[in-house]
T-cell receptor, first 114, second 117 residues
């Protein structure tokens, strides 16, 4: 069974601080895909990153970085020098091979205080 | 490129009434999904279409929910009759690669917020 756990329900940081959002997943598949989505107050889910299980390289995109560790079944997301516009709910999601059903975590609400 | 379009954005109905939501996916996307997102939770898949055929509707409460994707483009999700617990945001998403291949990225619309009184 697929499961995604985001233990942090809410996080508040002051602008320019770094923040890490945790994601732990469970799956029996050897091939799987991990995603992060951002949901701002407008409600639309915005795609941030997709990573397959065979690629454990960490990725950096501007102020965003992702740390994928298969040994601990984690796919954590770090925002460096946070900004007010980063305030949103962030979801981690998991998909199996050849099946596009996304299993979402419960989300982490990030509030960046100016 | 236009994103996934959904309408209406908001809907308020009384319990036992009917409601329908519309979704227009990104042009050329073969796969379309409907998700239900209850407040404070992550989205949960209701139904997945590939072109105009159903791939997965195992989580769809078929006694009251129905969905169709005629001509393999637009889709409509209907609830009849609505219950209080159907209050949620209904999200439509689409992806380019048909199911059966590698999992492709799903792009989401703005959602329809349904309130059942």
């Amino acid at each position: 069974a697929q499961k995604v756990t985001q233990a942090q329900t809410e996080i508040s940081v002051v602008e320019k601080e770094d923040v890490t959002l945790d994601c732990v997943y469970e799956t029996r598949d050897t091939t799987y895909y991990l995603f992060w989505y951002k949901q701002p107050p407008s409600g639309e889910l915005v795609f941030l990153i997709r990573r397959n299980s065979f690629d454990e390289q960490n990725e950096i995109s501007g102020r965003y970085s992702w740390n994928f560790q298969k040994s601990t079944s984690s796919f954590n997301f770090t925002i460096t020098a946070s900004q007010v516009v980063d305030s949103a709910v962030y979801f981690c999601a998991l998909s199996g091979p050849g099946a596009n059903n996304l299993f979402f975590g419960t989300g982490t609400r990030l509030t960046v205080i100016p | 490129e236009a994103g996934v379009a959904q309408s209406p954005r908001y809907k308020i109905i009384e319990k036992r009434q009917s409601v329908a939501f519309w979704c227009n996916p990104i042009s050329g996307h073969a796969t379309l999904y409907w998700y239900q997102q209850i407040l404070g939770q992550g989205p949960k898949l209701l139904i997945q279409f590939q072109n105009n055929g159903v791939v997965d509707d195992s989580q769809l409460p078929k006694d009251r929910f129905s969905a169709e994707r005629l001509k393999g483009v637009d889709s409509t999700l209907k609830i009849q009759p609505a219950k209080l617990e159907d209050s949620a945001v209904y999200l439509c998403a689409s992806s380019l690669v048909p199911s059966g291949g590698a999992a492709d990225t799903q792009y989401f619309g703005p959602g329809t917020r349904l309130t059942v009184l």
